[in-house]
């Protein structure tokens, strides 16, 4: 596969926050704190496939997604990857720690042509000295995203693989569900290698499982995308604890 380089456009902007949908950060942070983050951000475009950062790259950015999709995996020993996290329009991620260096511990690839706010942390650390409400949001954003990478490894963990086969399939409902009638359409195309490589399972066990549920209509397809018919059914193999839509997510 051939990886191309970051475009190296970046620009301030002003209007970054009336180019994004009003959801994700925008969850977790006051009008006018989300304003100051805005005022510090610069704007990257890169293009579907491009690597944001890589496994072991400078920590020292986060990444807010205005618009496009971003893709984050993570390599094991034995070289497999693992996809962790499908972050949206709305967003904000990076693995940042203020005050100290550190490295990427995952990689981010664009799933689609992406425009990106970046900040950089010596410009952070600026805002959190200076304003002590945004730092308390900041740290309750940072507990946030601690407590989901927690449920995705419990949910790979504690119940086999059609436990987080299930897990999955609900967090892609709570990320990407349409209504369809009774049912609903999980609008986001994703093949059966993609959903192997975020269980750490096989794409024959996954086709196994998906074909099982298919037959006890717990699930069906339209034109290549899911569609969940029995929503209760998947909550009941995972253990459902029923975490706010704010973390059971992709």
Known sequence: MTINPVCNKDTRTSDIANKSQAKGIKLFFSEENF??????MYVKHIKKGDFLFWEGDLADKLYYVIQGG????????????????????????????????SVQSFTAEATMDCEMGMIQRKDLEVLLWQ???????FMKWMGLMHRMTETKFRDLMMYGKPGALCSLLIRLNNSYGEPMGEDTLI?????????????GATRESVNRMLSEMKKDDILAFHQGQIVIKNLE???????CENCPLEICRM
Not at 73 to 95: C, E, P, R, V
Not at 131 to 137: P, V
Not at 187 to 199: C, G, P, R, S, V
């Open 187 to 199: 609008n986001y195309k994703i093949n059966h290698t993609e959903l192997a490589d975020m269980i």
């Open 70 to 101: 971003i893709r984050i995996n993570k390599t094991a020993d034995t070289g497999k990857s693992f996809i962790l996290y499908l972050f949206q329009t709305g967003d904000l991620f990076g693995q940042i720690d203020p005050f100290q260096d």
């Open 35 to 40: 304003a100051r983050l805005q005022s510090i």
């Open 131 to 137: 304003h002590g409400d945004l730092a308390i949001e």
């Open 233 to 239: 059914y998947l909550r009941d193999i995972c253990h």
